[in-house]
């Protein structure tokens, strides 16, 4: 059944065990925030452990004791904001942005975090590398290494609000995982984004690689709600919030693509008319 009719269904439980699956290795991904899913606390079982129990929980006259440690952190963030160009009147802006935390330690298990997302960051580090002295003039480049992702995507949020305030309207390109392309890069748009979208489209073509609609559940969120022009580009995670996402999961090649991917986007915003046409339903 689904979590909100296990909800409906619980008379009077004091929690639910919930079947998760989990990787070659036997992780299940972390999840640290996420909103509220109901009124009971969940915990996720592995599915030979989930078994068991419910074979124990359908036999009369049975027993099962289990302890499974819980932790809060409270914990204080930093955003890291460069502005290497500043854009003219008119001018395209440009804000390059992908998360720097990760989900934090298992007991005694370091997560390396090495696709998700240390692999957005330099993603973004290079191609604002790049972009600093190619871009056409008149055209705004800065760069948002984002903290607090994880945690209910926090520091996008901040950066977004002291964007609003500051009368910014910068087109947003965010990274959130480039570590193995298998098929085509997943796109998500948000905010008045046909035009930006139009433009990855055609450096995609430009490219050659392959995009599709996909979730991309990360900062793009934040500032594509606060107005801004956005979208999230997201190209593999391997061992997703495990100990498993080791740099030994993350593919040069997918780092070089989705890489130059972005650095023709930005060529491309910069460089063309606002009235560029659109084959994606964009009427202005």
Request: charged share 15%; net charge negative.
């Amino acid at each position: 059944m689904s979590l909100f009719d296990a909800y409906r269904d619980t008379h009077g439980a004091a929690g639910l065990l919930l079947r998760r699956p989990v990787d070659a290795e036997g992780w299940q991904f972390t999840m640290l925030a996420g909103p509220d899913p109901g009124p009971l606390p969940v915990l996720t079982l592995d599915p030979d452990t989930h078994h068991a129990v419910l074979t124990v929980a359908t036999t009369a006259d049975s027993w099962l004791a289990g302890a499974t440690p819980l932790r809060r952190d409270d914990v204080h963030g930093a955003n890291i904001h460069a502005c290497l160009r500043q854009s003219v009147p008119a001018g395209a802006d440009l804000l390059l942005t992908a998360h720097y935390d990760g989900v934090g330690d298992h007991p005694g298990l370091r997560l390396p975090g090495a696709s998700d997302n240390a692999t957005g960051v330099a993603v973004v580090l290079e191609a604002a590398r790049v972009l600093a002295t190619a871009l056409p003039a008149g055209a705004g480049l800065s760069v948002a290494l984002l903290d607090g992702e994880e945690v209910g995507a926090l520091g996008s949020a901040h950066h977004a609000s002291q964007l609003r305030a500051a009368g910014a309207a910068p087109m947003v390109i965010n990274v959130d995982g480039a570590g193995r392309l298998e098929g085509a890069a997943a796109v998500e748009a948000g905010g008045p984004a046909h035009r930006l979208l139009a433009l990855l489209d055609q450096a995609g073509r430009h490219t050659g690689i392959p995009l599709t609609a996909g979730p991309v559940a990360s900062d793009n969120r934040r500032y594509g709600g606060a107005g801004f022009a956005a979208v999230g580009i997201g190209a593999g995670m391997g061992g997703y919030h495990s100990p498993a996402d080791t740099p030994d999961k993350v593919d040069p090649d997918t780092l070089d693509a989705i890489a130059r991917l972005v650095v023709a986007t930005a060529h491309l915003a910069a460089a063309a008319p606002a009235t560029l046409s659109s084959p994606i339903g964009d009427k202005r």
